[in-house]
């Protein structure tokens, strides 16, 4: 015996249950069926449940396996068919009927056999019946639809491929319309619809027998609505745990009515495994349409069902359709993955903020002068800010903060954006009311500008006018204060109360070497802290 004749043998001992000798045996349950009209000439294939190809038959010939027939009969057991007669003869792996007659109907199947081992077959059920009319129950059906190219197949003929070109088309059985295997019609007209005969001529003996099958077909004017699966999709993955219940849902819409279709399950090894199984197939109306539904119900995911493909099949008069679903085990690391994405979202917010917090001036400064917002038009006030300047007893020290609030200040504010500002050293005439004076101009301001310049604060002029104007920011909140730090402040307690508040506010700069440049960080933050104005483009900011 040569390898593969071993390797097939042993393949049988591996897959197949030895009991009393035999090596695999089909499911009764398990069978096919021919249906033949009485008289004509019926064959039937040896059908293995596990290598029923013509090379794996090959081999059990060559190698002392001899192929027996057996016919279950009613009263139990079975016959065996000694294939000697002229009417039931062996053909190689295919059993014979030289005619089949009424009396054969009935349940067959093949046992190979070297007198130690066998295998045998599935069973198939032969159905001999009589001719009661050309479209009895046993036909197949068609639908063709008027103007269009369709073509009739004689339909089961597989095991004549040699002899198609014998097959010959009656309509209605007695017009002959075309001889051949298939019959063309060009352009479907209402004329084409009818029952028709495909006949197979056979000789045998010298004797000549028919394979015939019958052929109905229907002529619709639209074409007819072809039942699909809408889920799942042609590959559908689908990501699960392992242990989760999971149901999955198989939907197919049949159109307006039920085309005796079915829907069902089905793995590759037709085994669903442990804790898997099928519902029943149940049929729903949406949108005045029929559907079927079939579930899949997982109770327990297990490793056996990842990376196996579960297929969802309809199978329909006109059509088939197969959907695929192959579970996949989810990945362990996604929320490590979720982690690090929210991570660096949380991450981009704060560098956003941060950059947001540092710049907001320069953006401000730079929206302000690109739409030329203005506030300070309609709104009744003379000056853009009064400046006060807290002076002191020390004489270098209130000269610094003179040329500034006199000099420096008025230069960048007033010349440079256009601002205009009341300095009462500069602006009041002399001999006014001195407190009426101060007063009247706060109450024309929008800002009021105060330059601190050391902790302690003798002067009494000064101290009146920090106090009405304190009182227009912190009482009445008519105007709103910045404060400038001329110079460093070491100690706030010597301030007023209302000051230090002010003081402690996001409404200070404080002055530094730098900011004697025009572009410096001081300026921009008081032109921010001032009121929007409208500059020209080719000033400076």
């Known amino acids: 015996m040569d390898l593969k004749y071993l390797a097939l043998l042993a393949f049988y001992y591996v897959v197949g249950r030895i009991q009393g000798g035999v090596i695999g045996k089909c499911s009764p349950d398990k069978y096919e069926a021919v249906v033949i009209t009485e008289g004509e000439h019926a064959r039937i294939k040896c059908n293995l449940c596990k290598a029923s190809t013509l090379l ?84 197949y059906k068609y639908i063709g ?51 028709y005969l495909c006949v197979l001529t056979l000789e045998n003996g010298g004797v000549q027998y028919n394979v015939s099958r019958r052929v109905k077909l229907h002529i619709e004017h639209i074409e007819p609505f072809i039942p699909k699966i809408v889920y799942p999709g042609k590959e559908e993955k689908i990501e699960v745990e392992l242990g989760d219940k999971r149901e999955i849902e198989c939907k197919a819409v049949l159109g307006y009515k039920d085309n005796d279709c079915m829907l069902y399950w089905k793995s590759e090894c037709d085994y669903f495994g442990i804790d898997a199984n099928e519902t029943d197939t149940r049929s729903i109306t949406e949108n005045n349409r029929v559907y079927l539904i079939n ?53 981009l917010i704060i560098i956003v903020a941060v950059i947001y917090v540092r710049f907001k001036i320069y953006f401000a400064l730079c929206i302000r002068d690109f739409t030329c917002k203005d506030e300070t038009l309609q709104d009744s006030k003379e000056y853009d800010a009064y400046v006060l300047l807290l002076k002191s007893n020390e004489a270098l020290i209130c000269a610094e ?3 500034f609030a006199l000099k420096l200040l008025p230069a960048i504010l007033e010349q440079k954006f256009g601002y205009r500002l009341c300095i009462f050293e500069r602006d009041v005439l002399p001999g006014a009311a001195f407190a009426d ?40 909140r008519l105007i709103k204060p910045i404060l400038i730090e001329y110079n460093p402040i070491r100690d706030i307690t010597f301030l007023p109360q209302s000051l230090q508040l002010i003081l402690k506010s996001n409404r200070t700069v404080k002055w530094t070497n730098e900011s004697l440049l025009q572009n410096s960080y001081f300026w921009k933050r008081i032109r921010y802290l001032m009121p929007a104005k409208c500059i020209k483009r080719t000033q400076f900011y």
Request: hydrophobic share 35%; proline share 2%; net charge negative.
């Open 295 to 347: 579930q899949l119900v997982f109770k327990r995911i297990k490793t056996e069902h990842l990376n196996r493909a579960f297929h969802c099949c309809l199978l329909c008069p006109e059509t088939e359709m197969v959907c695929n679903v192959i579970l996949l085990e989810k990945d362990k690391h996604v929320t490590g993955r979720l982690c690090v994405l929210l991570f660096t979202t949380l991450a």
């Open 437 to 476: 004076d101060i007063f009247s101009y706060i109450n024309k301001s929008r800002t009021l500008i105060i330059i601190l310049c050391a902790e302690l604060l003798e002067n009494e002029s000064s101290m009146y006018g920090l106090m009405s104007g304190l009182h227009q920011v912190l009482v009445e």
């Open 56 to 139: 794996a038959m090959s081999y059990f010939h060559t190698h002392g396996f001899n192929i027996t027939w057996f016919k279950y009969i009613p009263e139990g057991g079975q016959e065996k068919l000694s294939g000697e007669t002229a009417r039931i003869t062996y053909d190689d792996i295919s059993l014979g009927f030289w005619p089949a007659l009424l009396n054969d109907t009935g349940k067959y199947f093949c046992s190979v056999f070297n007198g130690t081992y066998n295998i045998s077959s599935a069973s198939t059920y032969l159905n001999v019946h009589k001719m009661e009319g050309l479209c009895d129950d046993h036909f």
């Open 401 to 403: 903060g003179e040329y």
């Open 145 to 195: 639809i008027v103007g269009r190219f369709f073509s009739l197949l004689c339909p089961n003929l597989e095991d004549y491929n040699s002899e198609k070109n014998n097959v010959t088309w009656l309509k209605d059985r007695k017009d002959k319309v075309h001889t051949g295997n298939t019959y063309t019609i060009q352009k479907v007209e209402e004329t084409n619809a009818g029952c």
